[in-house]
């Protein structure tokens, strides 16, 4: 199907980071054609299938969610008022040992159906709950059918009270490579998710991320997120977190590094040498009181930095608006300057970052030969208007609801803020009996 979109502030988030206000977009098929300022040419009026009338919303690529851990929306407002340990003792462990296969899917459905109404449309997902392939399944069973990208990361750690053997991580790890990775049209993919420093031991960090390497997969893990983390390594190694992953020479480009919050300068200097990724989650930062990110000083290195907004459990929204507005505060906060942070930069993290982060080069930008994973938000809100900036509108003013159409590959996921081809309600009634069930099993209780 050709389709044009026109009319909006169209933010290409190309390397000038191009705005055509007013501009115009032409897809044909899954691929964006072309795109323009002004009007649309005449021509492409008459060939089009379809016209979707833009004005008065910014028209951006579809938004990438860094980092999440979908299941645990079963887990929202269940934690409030835990730090992180107690937090992931008394809730989330309880609820994940639990989980059936069937919880898992429903637990998903709900998560990717709240991220794209909310303008996501690729997610990396550190999948939590292992205890069976099919567990792991239902969740990529699940996004095959919500239609958006999911880039699962297969979380594991041999240490601890839930520890795993290495044979058997890699085991799993390469099935799900060979049963997953690239399908869906190229909207699944596989990688390694070691879980946190503490509980990886140096020979499963090494033997898992080289194995992950030779296969082509990334590999992405919870980095210096709150200072007893720091503690529990430095018991270990005496090592801090990215010194543990530098000794070990794991760091790289294809190495995600979630949360980075108690880092030093010298550890930025190396991660930025290496060319590993960061991921910053301020949302979950700010509701487990866990710290502040130095993202201006990630930037100014040169590190690429992409946003999360970590698990529903872990601060109760999937608002990539939100996360983006509360990177932009916090950085400024953080300096104590007002210019320490921009919107353009923000949705840069969001958009052209996260395809780096996906591991894609036609994603994250509104241009010739891009991935038609597009965009429509309204800027015509009592929340947004008269703000003459659709980059500041974006990120101070609008919110997940003012998310009007959404595709993913060309193909319309979400229409008027209503889900295509989803039973809404069905959606929503099958999570709060799955969560009634899954908290009574489990012994959870708010």
Not at 78 to 99: C, K, N, S, T
Not at 192 to 207: F, K, L, Q, Y
Request: hydrophobic share 50%.
């Amino acid at each position: 199907m050709s389709l044009l979109i026109e009319g909006g502030a169209v933010l290409t988030m190309d390397a000038a980071s191009t705005i055509h206000r007013p501009g115009w977009l032409w897809v044909e098929g899954e691929r964006i054609a072309d795109v323009g300022a002004g009007d649309a040419p005449a021509g492409l009026r008459g060939a089009a299938d379809r016209i979707i009338n833009a004005a008065g919303m910014a028209v951006l690529p579809g938004m990438v969610n860094g980092h999440t851990h979908l299941e645990q929306i079963m887990a929202r407002g269940v934690g409030d008022g835990r730090p992180v340990i107690r937090w992931l003792r008394e809730v989330i462990w309880p609820l994940e040992a639990a989980m059936t296969p069937e919880d898992v899917y429903a637990a998903t459905r709900l998560a990717l159906l709240e991220q794209l109404k909310g303008g996501i449309t690729a997610t990396v997902q550190h999948h939590k709950v292992v205890a069976s392939l099919e567990h792991i399944e239902a969740a990529l069973r699940a996004a095959d059918e919500m239609g958006g990208r999911l880039l699962l990361m297969r979380l594991w750690a041999d240490m601890g009270a839930r520890g795993e053997p290495i044979a058997a991580i890699l085991g799993q790890l390469s099935k799900l490579r060979e049963r997953w990775h690239g399908t869906a049209g190229g909207r699944i993919a596989i990688g390694s998710g070691p879980t946190v420093p503490w509980r990886c031991s140096d020979a499963a960090m090494r033997e898992i991320t080289a194995a992950a390497r030779a296969w082509g997969l990334p590999s992405h893990i919870h980095v210096a997120e709150t200072r007893e983390e720091l503690a529990l390594l430095r018991e270990r190694t005496g090592l801090a977190h990215i010194e543990w992953l530098d000794a070990l020479g794991v760091l790289g480009p294809d190495l995600h590094l979630v949360h980075s919050v108690w880092v030093n300068d010298a550890e930025l200097d190396v991660a930025a040498a290496s060319g590993a990724l960061m991921v910053h989650c301020p949302s979950s930062n700010l509701y487990l009181a866990s710290g502040i990110a130095p993202v201006r000083k990630m930037l100014d290195r040169g590190i690429p930095v992409t946003l999360g907004t970590d698990g529903a459990g872990g601060g109760g929204s999937q608002d990539i608006f939100e996360t983006a507005k509360l990177a932009v505060y916090l950085a400024k906060l953080n300096a104590l300057d007002p210019t320490a942070m921009t919107p353009l930069e923000a949705l840069r993290m969001a958009t052209a970052n996260g395809a780096r982060q996906m591991g894609q080069d036609d994603l994250g930008r509104l241009a010739p030969g891009a991935l038609a994973d597009i965009v429509l938000v309204r800027l015509d809100t009592p929340r947004a208007i008269p703000s003459p900036d659709p980059a500041s509108a974006l990120v101070y003013s609008v919110c997940a609801a003012d998310v009007h159409t959404v595709l993913v590959a060309g193909r319309v996921l979400v229409e008027a803020g209503r889900a295509v081809g989803v039973d809404e309600e069905a959606v929503l009634n099958e999570a709060v009996e799955t969560a009634r069930r899954l908290r009574a099993r489990a012994g959870v209780t708010p």
